[in-house]
């Protein structure tokens, strides 16, 4: 028996029969699209859309990328279990995708694109918004996508939507090969009729496969953490990716060893555990640091091992070895490590039951823990109450307002660092920081994806000026869809994590103020006199102005319990280098120039040098 629909119809009837199931429970794969039309699938996709309304939940967006950050959100606080699809028209609608589709696939998020593209038939070349390749007629700028995605095709014939069809499902719900998919769409052929088989229209369930470690990889990780005297555990955001929490939280009590977390891993033990040592790297603390460079083994259980959690390669001393669990096995073999290649909770379920009794007694760093948390304690207080809040404050004014249900994201600027140093989790989904891509304006359109997935919990979004500027058009979806998400815009007049970091390397904060040009042509006049709290509010926002620490308070609290979109807009006071945060406790590896006739690079460079020196490769 077959049905007869347009490629469009039958591709949004398949998506809506899909389903993940992982231990007993299924849910639909691709739960809702997100899109804006054009002439490139207007008539294609947006009709099958329309075709039966109830079939597929539509988002109507305003930013290509934007609409890849929220489908992203949604896909990380669904475990990775559900996603959205994004529909494009051809050209620059296309091309918009390709950050958003990088961001996915660096973070391991699913996430369905469906970009039109330029007809199949060539009945007049070129179309509207075709760019033209001499030597390549089958080229179109879709194929910028296929080095961001995990896995592309280009549908040139009804048909060949079926094998396309599989394949991108199988990449999607595959926890190693997951990332952004992408199914290039002719416009003519959207439109095409053809006889489709039931089948392929048919409920189709995709397990999501939770492997066990190999037996001889096992035993050779028992050995090493069984002759190891202080070893550290490094928790990536594989852990919540398998939803492993539980199993590391057993592992750590039974064997004593203290885990540290990196930006993806930060929550999968709460903040007040006894064997959580806080952030490691770049942006860690003090604690997890010193554990780290003077451990002997390191069990890195889902990480990638960015150059923040090794601090470029400074971090872990000479001769410590690596165990790495990892659903990947090309992660798995980083730094020279034993491979255990499994899923996080299988494998540390089965190192718990293979070390038995075995246990480390590691007492000694609970005391600089507690430092830490003074420090912490330091950063958030606040002297007179009636004074603008620096950035450290709003973090501890933030603190004393939530829960465990509470959801903060951030990506980008020195919001991640500080949160990273600083904050007190909670529950193991409360930390969202994308810190693999670090994407600026990720921030607002993915807390409408998270809305949509945990909806009636308090979301946050936590951005700087810089990051607001770059990406807030999604506010205006967040009022359209009635989600009462929370925004706090912290107003320091420029990019201000990129200042410091010029400063630090020698480039003297050149091009990163919002200031008017200077008689010299620099940007080192008065601040630009922009009003981003206007700008939220004439989107359709509710905007709250706090002045003063006093008034954050209330602002926050107001926002919190807020039923529509919420703005607060803050500026911030620059914190001294006593009462704001704690610095850097490691090293980041940003080269510095060489040779200069400025004195603060002359400078930079020596301190540059003088690191270099610790950087080193782990065989």
């Given amino acids: 028996m077959s049905v007869r629909l347009t490629v469009a119809q039958a591709l949004v009837r398949f998506l809506a029969a899909q389903h993940t199931e992982r231990d007993g429970v299924r849910?639909?794969?691709?739960?809702?699209?997100?899109?804006?039309?054009?002439?490139?699938?207007?008539?294609?996709?947006?009709?099958?859309?329309?075709?039966?309304?109830?079939?597929?939940?539509?988002?109507?967006?305003?930013?290509?990328?934007?609409?890849?950050?929220?489908?992203?959100?949604?896909?990380?606080?669904s475990n990775r279990l559900r996603a959205h699809a994004v529909t494009t028209s051809i050209g620059p609608g296309a091309t918009n995708l390709v950050t958003g589709a990088a961001l996915a696939t660096v973070n391991h998020l699913p996430v369905l694109l469906l970009p039109g593209d330029t007809f199949a038939g060539r009945p007049a070349d070129p179309v509207l918004q075709q760019l033209e390749v001499p030597y390549a007629g089958d080229v179109s700028v879709n194929d910028c996508l296929r080095p961001v995605s995990k896995y592309f095709d280009r549908v040139g014939r009804p048909e060949a939507l079926i094998p396309a069809a599989l394949a991108a499902m199988r990449v999607l719900t595959d926890p190693v090969e997951t990332g952004a998919v992408t199914l290039a769409l002719p416009q003519d052929v959207q439109a095409e009729a053809y006889d489709w088989p039931e089948e392929f229209l048919a409920d189709r369930i995709w397990r999501v496969r939770r492997p066990r470690p190999d037996t001889a990889e096992l035993d050779d990780a028992v050995r090493a953490i069984r002759a190891a005297k202080r070893p550290l555990i490094v928790a990536g955001g594989g852990v919540r990716h398998s939803r492993a929490e539980d199993a590391l939280r057993t592992f750590a009590e039974r064997t004593g060893i203290p885990v540290a977390t990196t930006q993806a891993g930060k929550g999968v033990l709460p903040y007040d555990h006894p064997g959580e040592t806080g952030g490691i790297g770049h942006t860690g603390s003090a604690t997890a640091n010193a554990l780290a460079g003077t451990s002997d083994l390191i069990l890195g259980v889902g990480t990638r091992y960015t150059d923040f959690t090794t601090a470029s390669g400074t971090l872990f001393p000479r001769g410590v070895r690596f165990v790495n669990l990892n659903i990947a096995g090309f992660d798995a073999h980083k730094l020279g490590a034993l491979p255990l290649v499994a899923d996080a909770r299988e494998g540390l379920t089965a190192l718990t039951e293979a070390l038995g009794g075995h246990r480390q007694e590691m007492v000694q760093w609970i005391f600089s823990k507690r430092d830490w948390q003074e420090q912490v304690d330091a950063a958030y207080a606040v002297a007179d109450e009636d004074a603008r809040p620096t950035q450290a404050q709003v973090l501890g004014v933030l603190d004393t307002l939530v829960d465990g249900s509470d959801i903060l994201i951030n990506a980008a600027g020195s919001l991640p660092g500080d949160l990273h140093k600083l904050w007190r989790t909670r529950s193991p989904d409360q930390y969202h920081v994308e810190y693999g891509y670090s994407c600026m304006g990720y921030e607002i359109p993915a807390a409408l994806g998270v809305a949509l997935a945990a909806p009636g919990r308090p979301v946050w979004a936590l951005v700087g000026d810089g990051t607001y500027l770059m990406n807030p058009t999604e506010i205006v979806t967040a009022v359209q869809e009635r989600l009462p998400i929370k925004v706090v815009i912290l107003q320091n007049h420029g990019y201000a994590s990129i200042g410091g970091l010029s400063e630090a390397v020698g480039a003297e904060r050149f091009g990163t103020d919002y200031r008017h040009r200077d008689a010299f042509g620099g940007f080192t006049g008065p601040?630009?006199?922009?009003?981003?709290?206007?700008?939220?509010?004439?989107?359709?926002?509710?905007v709250l102005r706090p002045r003063t620490v006093r008034d954050l308070r209330e602002a926050l609290a107001d926002a919190r319990t807020a039923t529509v979109p919420t703005c607060v807009y803050v500026e911030t006071e620059t914190a001294d280098t006593v009462s704001g945060p704690p610095p850097a406790q490691a090293w980041w590896d940003v080269?510095?120039?060489?040779?200069?006739?400025?004195?603060?690079?002359?400078?930079?460079?020596?301190?540059?040098d003088r690191h270099v020196t610790a950087r080193r490769r782990h065989l």
């Fill in 527 to 542: 601040p630009l006199p922009v009003d981003l709290g206007a700008n939220a509010a004439s989107l359709g926002m509710r």
């Fill in 591 to 608: 080269p510095v120039a060489e040779t200069s006739t400025r004195p603060s690079a002359v400078k930079a460079r020596e301190e540059y």
């Fill in 27 to 77: 849910q639909r794969l691709i739960t809702a699209t997100w899109g804006i039309f054009g002439h490139g699938n207007v008539a294609g996709i947006g009709q099958a859309l329309v075709e039966d309304p109830a079939l597929m939940p539509f988002h109507q967006g305003r930013n290509e990328q934007a609409m890849v950050h929220a489908a992203v959100g949604y896909a990380r606080q």
